[in-house]
């Protein structure tokens, strides 16, 4: 699953010592050969903790290396995460742009439709006013 690695440099330069450490061990320094490959026990032979630490140290190189490239696959998703809010924003505000416009929409002509209706009333009770005046002096005329 994992390729193309690139180690830390400073991992690489103390994995290049750790080599040449046991590259020295090996020969004693003198070219000379170990013991241990004689088939002779030495001190240097026993496990020490430093092996440990060279463990801890790949472990923790490989954990840095999986950190850095689980990064920008996290980043990707972080921002497609805020693009989908953005856009699901963006689309309830013009949703609530258009509402806000119909309704002052219909309002308007709602307005409209009141005054016509009020125009017309006073148009029927003007209408109606002047019939009363005309029969009333009709009426004062035959009376009189």
Known sequence: MLSDIQLPEEYAKGLEGLLLKEQERRTDGRGDRHPAEAGEDCRACKPKRGGQKVKQAEGAAQSRVVEAKARP????????????????????????????????????????????????????????????????????????
């Open 73 to 144: 696959t996290h980043a990707i998703h972080a921002a497609a995460q805020r693009r989908s809010r953005l856009s699901r924003a963006s689309w309830r505000a013009e949703a609530r742009k258009e509402a806000t416009i119909q309704n002052a929409e219909a309002d308007a002509q709602a307005k409209v439709i009141d005054s016509k209706a009020e125009l017309e009333r006073r148009n029927l009770l003007g209408d109606a006013e002047a019939n009363r005046v005309r029969l009333m002096a009709k009426a004062n005329a035959e009376r009189g």
